[in-house]
């Protein structure tokens, strides 16, 4: 079966600090991967997603990317957070674009 | 392009009473619909999907939407609302053709009055 995963669970960083956030999907093959974030009281957007090894799509650059170095692995980051940077942040992937949607745990951060 | 309008953004109704959480959609192609539930501090759990077969869709826990092409609607029910109903709902579209993304609604919050 498969399965996602995400980490850290919970993170709290000051502000210019970096950010690595991991996503792993286990028991499938080239999956499609989504970044998305929530702030709070809010709906989710969409940052980044990606259809295959090094392809990344970006909605939002703002201080944010992406990077897919291996097949099921997707790492968002920052090389400075802003406070505005705070939410949460779901990874999601899926077989192909008509596949079904699936979302990890979930990361929370707080940039202090 | 494809976009997704959640009617209500909290419903409160009373447990065991039915439930009715509002989504109208737009889609340049034959889109799939989705509906999930998040919980406070937790992913997305998926509650049902439509994907062009039967328009009328039952999920777990009771729950079923019907796709509404007309209407361009995908409104989630449910016949009985139980406590732990209580929790936050998406509406997501996805084109079947076009593009990768995924339109999330801007979510609906449930609360159950007991």
């Known amino acids: 079966s498969q399965t996602i995963h995400q980490w850290p669970a919970t993170l709290v960083q000051p502000v210019g600090s970096p950010l690595s956030l991991e996503c792993t999907v286990e028991g499938t093959s080239n999956p499609n991967l989504y970044w998305y974030r929530q702030a709070a009281g809010r709906g989710l957007q969409l940052l980044f997603y990606s259809v295959g090894i090094g392809q990344i799509s970006s909605e939002v650059p703002q201080n944010l990317s992406a990077s897919r170095p291996q097949d099921r692995q997707f790492i968002l980051s920052s090389k400075k957070l802003l406070l505005s940077d705070s939410g949460f942040y779901l990874c999601?992937?899926?077989?192909?674009?008509?596949?079904?949607?699936?979302f990890g745990p979930g990361t929370r951060l707080t940039v202090t | 392009a494809q976009s997704v309008t959640q009617l209500d953004s909290h419903v409160s109704v009373s447990e065991g009473t039915p439930v009715l959480l509002r989504c109208n959609y737009s889609?340049?192609?034959?889109?799939?619909l989705f509906w999930y539930v998040q919980h406070p501090n937790k992913g997305l759990q998926l509650l049902l999907k439509y994907t062009s077969a039967a328009t009328l869709v039952k999920g777990i826990n009771g729950f079923e939407a019907e796709f509404k092409k007309s209407e361009t609607s995908f409104h989630l029910t449910k016949p009985s609302a139980h406590m732990s109903d209580a929790a936050e709902y998406f509406c997501?579209?996805?084109?079947?053709?076009?593009?990768?993304?995924?339109?999330f609604g801007t979510g609906t919050r449930l609360t159950i009055i007991p």
């Open positions: 999601a992937w899926r077989v192909s674009q008509l596949g079904t949607p699936n």
């Open positions: 997501v579209v996805s084109d079947n053709f076009g593009n990768e993304k995924l339109t």
């Open positions: 889609s340049s192609y034959s889109p799939s």
